[in-house]
C-alpha cells in the first residue's frame, strides 16, 4: 500500500506542514497559558470553602466535563457574535480551548492540594499564616511536584484537541492537511504526515512527563 | 426575535432527538466493541508476551498520541483508497472503537498491574491454569481499581463520539450544525445540544466518583 504513497508531496507540501506544525504549537502554548490561569482561579474559588465562590466554580468544572469540546467550540464560535461580541476564529479556538482545559487543570490542582495531609496547613495556621501565604509556602511548593505529571497528560489532550480547532477554519496542523487533501485530493500523504506530527509532540510531552516522574521518585527516596 | 426562534427551536426538537439516538447507538456500539478490545489487549498486554507486549505498545501509543479527528480522516479517506471502502456509520464504529480499546487497554493492564504479585503465585501454587489464575484470581481483585477510571474514560469517549458529525453522521452535534444555518442563535442552539450531552454524561460521572469512594472505603 505504500507503493502509491507520493513522498515528493509531502516534500512540496513540507513548508505548509512545518507552518502549520508552528502554529499548533503556539495555540498549544496560549491555550496552556490560558488554561492554567483559568484552572489556578477555578482551584482556589473550589477549596476556599465559602459557598458562594465554590459553587460557581464547581458548576463551570462540571459542565465543561459534561459536554463535548466541539460542542463548546461551535457554541462560541456561533453564539458569540449573536451577543454582539466579535472575535477572530483564532481568539475563538483559543478561548475555547482553555475554558475546556481549564476545568481539568483545576480538578488536577485540588487533587494535588487535597495530596497535602492536613496537619501541615493545621501547622501554618498555628503559624499564624493567612489563607494566601499558606496557600503561597505550604500547599503549592508541594503540590506543584506531584501535579505536573497529571498536568502534561491535560497538556497532550489540549495539544490533540487543538486539532478540533480546524473545523471553524483556524489554521493549525489538521488545517494543513485538509489544505493537501482539497488540493491535490491525496488524503494519505495529508493525514498520515500531520499523524506523524502530532506523535512527535506526543512523544516529547511523555518523556518530559517520564522524566519529571523519575525525579520525583529520586527525590522522596 | 428570540421567542420566534425560541418556537422554532421547539419545534424541531424530534430533529434533536433523532440525533441523541444516533449519539446513543454509535457512542454505545463502541464502547460495547472498544471494552472487549481494550480488555483483550489489556490482558494481553500485562500477560507478558514480549514482542506481543510491544506491538500493543506501539498501537496504543499511535492511538493516545494522535487526535481522534485524524484518526476518523485516515479510516474514512485514506482506507477507501487502499481498497476498503466504509460507509460513514461503520467508519465511525470502526475508529471509534480503535480508539477506545487504546484507552480501555491502558486502564485495565494497570489495574493488572496493581494486583499483588503474590496473588499470583499463590494461585500458581494452588494449581491453577493461566486461564483460571487470570479469571478467579487476579481479574475481580482488578476490577476495583479498573471501574472508576473505565467509567471516567466512557466519558470522554462519549463526547469524543461529537467528532463523529464531521463524516456526515448526524448525532446531536450535527444536529445542533445544521439547525444553527437555519436558526442562528449559537447560543441557543448549542445550549441544548449542551444539555442533551450533559444529561448522558453528567450521572456518569458520578457513577465514576461513587465507584471511587466506594475503592477508598474499601482501603484499594
Redesign the interface.
Same mark, same amino acid.
Given at each position: 500500500?505504500l507503493s /502509491?504513497f507520493n513522498f515528493r508531496v509531502i516534500w512540496d507540501y513540507m513548508g505548509l506542514f512545518l507552518q502549520g506544525l508552528w502554529a499548533t504549537a503556539w495555540i498549544s502554548a496560549i491555550g496552556l497559558t490560558g488554561a492554567l490561569s483559568v484552572g489556578i482561579i477555578a482551584c482556589m474559588m473550589r477549596i476556599s470553602g465559602k459557598k458562594f465562590l465554590s459553587a460557581p466554580a464547581i458548576a463551570y468544572i462540571?459542565?465543561i466535563?459534561?459536554?463535548?469540546?466541539?460542542?463548546?467550540l461551535?457554541?462560541?464560535?456561533?453564539?458569540?457574535?449573536?451577543?454582539g461580541i466579535r472575535f477572530t476564529e483564532y481568539q475563538t479556538g483559543i478561548f475555547a480551548l482553555s475554558l475546556n482545559s481549564g476545568a481539568y487543570m483545576a480538578e488536577i490542582l485540588r487533587a494535588g492540594v487535597q495530596s497535602i495531609p492536613g496537619g501541615q496547613v493545621e501547622a501554618g495556621i498555628a503559624f499564624g499564616l493567612n489563607y494566601l501565604q499558606r496557600l503561597r509556602y505550604i500547599i503549592l511548593p508541594q503540590a506543584i511536584g506531584v501535579t505536573i505529571p497529571p498536568m502534561l497528560g491535560q497538556t497532550?489532550v489540549l495539544v490533540?484537541?487543538s486539532?478540533?480547532l480546524?473545523?471553524i477554519s483556524v489554521f493549525e496542523l /489538521?488545517r494543513a492537511?485538509q489544505i493537501l487533501?482539497s488540493e491535490r485530493f491525496m488524503?494519505?500523504e495529508g493525514?498520515?504526515t500531520?499523524?506523524v506530527f502530532?506523535?512527535l509532540?506526543?512523544?516529547i510531552l511523555?518523556s518530559l512527563s517520564g522524566w519529571w516522574q523519575r525525579r520525583l521518585i529520586h527525590r522522596q527516596a | 426575535m428570540w421567542s420566534f426562534y425560541f418556537s422554532q427551536l421547539a419545534d424541531s426538537i424530534p430533529f434533536f432527538l433523532k440525533g441523541l439516538w444516533m449519539t446513543f447507538k454509535i457512542s454505545g456500539i463502541s464502547l460495547v466493541l472498544g471494552t472487549i478490545l481494550g480488555f483483550c489487549v489489556g490482558i494481553a498486554r500485562a500477560g507478558g508476551i514480549k514482542p506481543l507486549r510491544y506491538l500493543l505498545y506501539i498501537y496504543v501509543?499511535?492511538m493516545?498520541?494522535?487526535?481522534?479527528?485524524?484518526?476518523i480522516?485516515?479510516v474514512f479517506?485514506?482506507l477507501p483508497?487502499?481498497g476498503i471502502q466504509l460507509a460513514a456509520f461503520p467508519a465511525a464504529i470502526f475508529s471509534l472503537t480503535l480508539y477506545a480499546g487504546a484507552y480501555i487497554c491502558e486502564i485495565v493492564a494497570g489495574g493488572i498491574e496493581a494486583v499483588d504479585e503474590g496473588q499470583t503465585e499463590a494461585a500458581m501454587a494452588t494449581g491453577l491454569n493461566r486461564f483460571q489464575r487470570t479469571r478467579y484470581v487476579v481479574m475481580p481483585q482488578a476490577m476495583r481499581t479498573i471501574l472508576p477510571p473505565l467509567v471516567g474514560q466512557y466519558?470522554l469517549l462519549i463526547?469524543? $463520539? $461529537?467528532?463523529v $458529525?464531521?463524516i456526515g453522521l448526524t448525532d446531536i452535534?450535527r444536529v445542533?450544525?445544521l439547525t444553527?444555518q437555519r436558526i442562528?442563535?449559537?447560543?441557543m442552539?448549542?445550549?441544548l445540544?449542551?444539555i442533551l450531552?450533559?444529561s448522558i454524561?453528567?450521572p456518569l460521572?458520578l457513577l465514576s466518583n461513587w465507584f471511587e469512594r466506594r475503592l477508598r472505603a474499601q482501603g484499594g
Open positions: 500500500m /502509491t462540571e459542565l466535563r459534561s459536554t463535548p469540546l466541539l460542542v463548546q461551535y457554541f462560541f464560535y456561533f453564539g458569540l457574535p449573536s451577543l497532550i490533540k484537541d486539532a478540533l480546524s473545523l /489538521t492537511s487533501t488524503p494519505a493525514f498520515l500531520v499523524a502530532y506523535l509532540l506526543y512523544y511523555k | 501509543d499511535v493516545r498520541g494522535t487526535p481522534y479527528l485524524v484518526q480522516f485516515i479517506f485514506i483508497e487502499w466519558v463526547k469524543d $463520539s $461529537s467528532i $458529525s464531521v452535534t445542533g450544525w444553527v442562528p442563535e449559537g447560543i442552539v448549542f445550549g445540544v449542551g450531552y450533559f454524561c453528567y460521572i
